[in-house]
């Protein structure tokens, strides 16, 4: 995948496919489906409530998704870039609301971040990071769009 596909999708990932003229010209995904729109749905209450028994939190599936952005865009500008070892990444129990909020603002930067990395010089290498991350980012905002629809259906109570 050539560098500018590799930026259309994760555009269409991160904000959901273009529309013109009210038709939608996605590559895979329907208008208003994009990751942040999706992650910025969920209530703070919604993004500590677990997906099913065993299953991460909406927020916990954010933090992951924009520590993994964050790697990624590190790895293209330098191939030695150290994962970062963020321990609480998935323990949304000490997210406050304050938190939540600052974690969108985090995720919304790292995508972008990875966005800009696309523009340098990509090897063989580069360009199955930049796969790796699009598509895990991509796996993550259907996950993300599934939980928010089950909880959406769920009568108040």
């Not at 939608?24 to 990751?35: I, M, R």
């Not at 070892?85 to 919304?108: F, I, N």
């Not at 699009?134 to 769920?154: D, I, M, P, S």
Request: hydrophobic residues 45%; negative net charge; glycine residues 8%.
């Amino acid at each position: 995948m050539t560098p500018e596909l590799l930026r259309e999708a994760l555009r269409e990932v991160l904000y959901g496919p273009s529309v013109t003229f009210g038709f939608s010209a996605g590559l895979f995904s329907d208008p208003e489906t994009g990751l942040l729109r999706t992650a910025h749905a969920f209530t703070f209450p919604q993004a500590q409530q677990a997906a099913g028994p065993g299953r991460p939190a909406a927020a916990q599936v954010v933090m992951h998704l924009r520590q993994h952005l964050e790697h990624a865009a590190a790895q293209l500008s330098d191939p030695h870039a150290l994962r970062p070892d963020e321990p609480d990444a998935w323990d949304a129990q000490r997210l406050t609301e304050a938190g939540w909020r600052a974690e969108l603002v985090a995720l919304a930067r790292a995508g972008q971040s990875l966005y800009d990395a696309l523009f340098g010089a990509l090897d063989a290498e580069a360009l199955r990071v930049a796969h790796g991350a699009v598509l895990h980012a991509a796996y993550h905002t259907g996950a993300l769009r599934f939980h928010l629809r089950n909880l959406q259906a769920e009568p108040a109570g």
